[in-house]
């Protein structure tokens, strides 16, 4: 700096003459240095945006392809759904209707017991009284011939209407019993016919209301299939729900398998050994947890066979025979391995047990002060909670099914926005070295404020005197 | 296939699992001497102390001081304890009825060889090989040894923490407190020229940074 400042006998002088020749460097180098700046900025610019641009195509392909596999999981899903309504129609069919003649007989049946009932049920006028033609013979008798003869007839005639009119009233209640006893044995057909008619109009609503509800799927699936942009957005919002649902539902379950670790870990240090380490961890605990990972394994393979999840497409394919053999072998297992686990579990307790007596040994008290009366509660519930954990994390497998689905969805929308921000940003950071660039310039020429104020002086000064001399010749 | 195979070898190197090389060896020498037998019941505390913070693949020993203590037959009870915890506890419970039988029948011996004792204490643990050796000496530190007995050996105690516990002040150092100092600085010194690590424990109430 000194050196600098020394060039002449007054530092100032120096100073200046340093100026005026750095000042008259930076402006003949001006041209040069503004189209480098400039060059930079423009291709700083365009680099950027050409990134930008690239990052954007590749969005708008990662958003391409996460519609298709939104829509081929929506469609996959509703296919489900409306096998799963047809397939419960075929059996209310199969069971209901299948014996729809059957059904069809019992009623005629019932109806033709009934007609016939109902015929044999009907009124019959009493027989005409016996004793009219005796009348109309008296009233036909000469009155001298017959005139003695008359009251005893009468008296008869008397006697007869008194007998036919007994005989009349026998009927006619006897033929009233047999009505009411035929009406009587009309009533439970009559039921019958009523509950059968009911129990077909149930299954024909329900047949109705399952028809509806399969419009409703094939509407949505035929949006889906014609990939509408309302049933994308529908499917999307659904997946996002899974996804924080069923993260849910797996944080729990991982709960569930921490406390079945606890349970198992201590105890297996018997089978294993206490202190050696496997991979920095000890043997124990890797044990435990292999335990719980192949019971969820299990569960996963029995949730597959069941098909009840479709994580595996070829146990799902299996034929009928061997998915059955699949579950049966799967179950046994977790059922041995939940065995296993409850008598790890009664281990527990023994061993903690043991410790405590031993460590009051050490401490000089009682061993047996330690024992407790209702201990067998709690070695009981772990007994219970080590026997039905495995079975419990088995239904992790529909969880785990939703949440593998749906986080396709959420990383490829993750991705998207990653991709949408880096495309932002790119394309703010090429703009703001194309404004860098200029800013620069401006920078560059501030120092040359005074050459440049000469320069334009004497520019404005040529143009003037040219256009005089224009304007002369002209 | 050749990942697999990479992936089958590792899995069966990986669980060729070693036993940890945390363990622990401690080996505590008492001194039966004289009137130092009347401090028997604290060793005995030291003992179950320091038997509850050992755990699966520890040693623990403990061997009287006597006349001549660079003796197998001078070890009172000994153990590894196994990798099971169910086996330690019962081995732990062994160990101290064998301790109780030793406290109640232990005689007075004439003679203290304390570098004897920690010539034996130095080979039982090196046989062992433990991550961390300890050997507790539990002592009034006065080396008292029969005519004839050869001591002044060179032990290598690198790697070892040496503790003195429950240093009593005899009659002697009550009149010259110097002789007490002294005899502590001695042993300091011959435990640290050896290449050990040397404290000294007499408030047995804290007990907690024991082992």
């Known amino acids: ?47 950027f945006r050409t990134a930008s641009l690239a990052v954007g195509k590749a969005r708008t392909g990662l958003a391409e392809r996460n519609r298709q596999v939104l829509l081929a999981a929506g469609r996959e899903a509703k296919e489900r759904i409306v096998e799963r309504e047809f397939h419960r129609i075929n059996e209310t069919v199969r069971k209901d209707l299948g014996n729809y003649s059957a059904l069809h007989r019992n009623l005629s049946e019932s109806i033709k017991r009934i007609e016939d009932d109902h015929q044999q049920a009907v009124d019959v006028p009493p027989d005409p009284p016996g004793w009219v033609k005796a009348v109309q013979a008296v009233a036909a008798m000469d009155m001298k011939d017959s005139r003695v003869g008359v009251g005893s007839i009468l008296s008869d005639i008397h006697k007869s209407l008194v007998k ?62 014609k990939g509408e942009d309302r049933a994308v957005s529908i499917l999307s919002s659904s997946s996002l729900v899974y996804f924080f649902v069923s993260a849910l539902v797996l944080v729990v379950a991982v709960g569930g398998a921490t406390i079945n670790f606890s349970l198992i870990a201590r105890p297996m240090a018997e089978m294993v050994g206490g202190t050696s380490l496997l991979m920095g961890y000890k043997t124990a605990h890797i044990a435990a947890l292999v335990i719980i990972l192949v019971e969820i394994s299990m569960g996963l393979f029995l949730m597959e066979s069941l098909r009840i999840t479709r994580l595996f497409p070829v146990i799902g394919a299996l034929p009928d025979k061997t998915r059955v053999r699949m579950i049966w072998i799967t179950f046994t297992m977790l059922f041995l391995l939940a065995s296993v686990e409850a008598g790890l579990a009664f281990m527990r307790e023994v061993l903690l047990h043991d410790e405590l007596a031993t460590s009051a040994l050490l401490r000089g008290d009682s061993a047996t002060a330690i024992s407790n009366d209702y201990m067998w509660i709690t070695t009981a519930a772990q007994m219970g909670m080590g026997f039905i954990l495995p079975f419990a994390l088995t239904f992790v497998a529909i969880p785990l099914e939703t949440f593998v689905h749906s986080l396709r969805t959420i990383v490829g929308l993750v991705a998207m926005g990653a991709l949408q921000v880096t495309s932002l940003l790119l394309r703010l950071l090429g703009n703001g070295f194309r404004y860098l660039s200029k800013i620069l310039a401006q920078l560059y020429d501030l120092p040359l404020f005074i050459p440049l104020w000469w320069a334009a002086r004497d520019s404005s000064e040529t143009g003037r005197e040219n256009k005089r001399l224009q304007k002369v010749a002209s | 296939m050749k990942t697999f195979s990479l992936l089958i070898v590792c899995t069966m190197l990986a669980s060729c699992a ?24 604290k060793a005995e505390q030291i003992i179950r ?32 304890f196994d990798d099971r915890p ?19 029948d232990t005689r007075s011996s004439p003679y203290t060889d304390i570098t004897g004792g920690l010539l034996q204490a130095v080979e039982y643990l090196n046989e062992k090989g433990p991550a961390t050796k300890t050997v507790l000496i539990f002592s009034d530190l006065k080396e008292d040894l029969e005519k004839g007995y050869v001591r002044d050996i060179d032990i290598d105690l690198t790697g070892f923490d040496v503790i003195a516990l429950n240093v009593t002040k ?14 502590l600085e001695q042993w300091q010194n011959k435990v640290e020229k050896s290449g050990g690590h040397w404290r000294v424990i007499n408030d047995l109430d804290g007990l907690e940074g024991l082992l």
Not at chain 1, 10 to 22: H, Q, R
Not at chain 2, 27 to 40: A, N, V
């Open chain 1, 1 to 47: 700096m000194n050196f600098l400042l020394s060039i002449t006998p007054s530092p100032v002088l120096s100073a200046l003459l340093w100026i005026v020749l750095v000042v008259t460097a930076l402006y003949f180098a001006r041209p040069t240095a503004h189209a480098l700046i400039n060059a930079t900025g423009r291709s700083l610019y365009k680099v």
């Open chain 1, 164 to 225: 036919a009119h007994r005989e009349a009233m026998v009927a006619y209640h006897e033929a009233s019993r047999v009505r009411h006893t035929l009406l009587r044995k009309m009533r439970p057909e009559w039921r019958e016919i009523q509950q059968t008619l009911d129990h077909v109009g149930k299954n024909v609503t329900s047949l109705l209301s399952r028809s509806s509800t399969i419009d409703r799927h094939m509407q949505e699936y035929e949006d889906i299939v």
């Open chain 2, 18 to 41: 070693q036993s940890s090389p945390g363990n622990s060896g401690v080996y505590m020498l008492i001194d039966t001497s004289g009137t130092y037998r009347e401090e028997m019941l």
């Open chain 2, 49 to 80: 102390y320091s038997l509850s913070q050992l755990d699966a693949t520890d040693s623990f020993a403990v061997a009287r001081i006597d006349t001549g203590s660079f003796s197998e037959k001078d070890i009172v009870a000994k153990m590894t």
């Open chain 2, 86 to 104: 169910s086996t330690v506890n019962r081995q732990k419970r062994v160990f101290i009825d064998q301790i109780r039988a030793f406290v109640d």
């Open chain 2, 170 to 183: 005899l009659r002697s150092d009550n009149v010259d407190p110097r002789e007490y100092l002294t005899r």
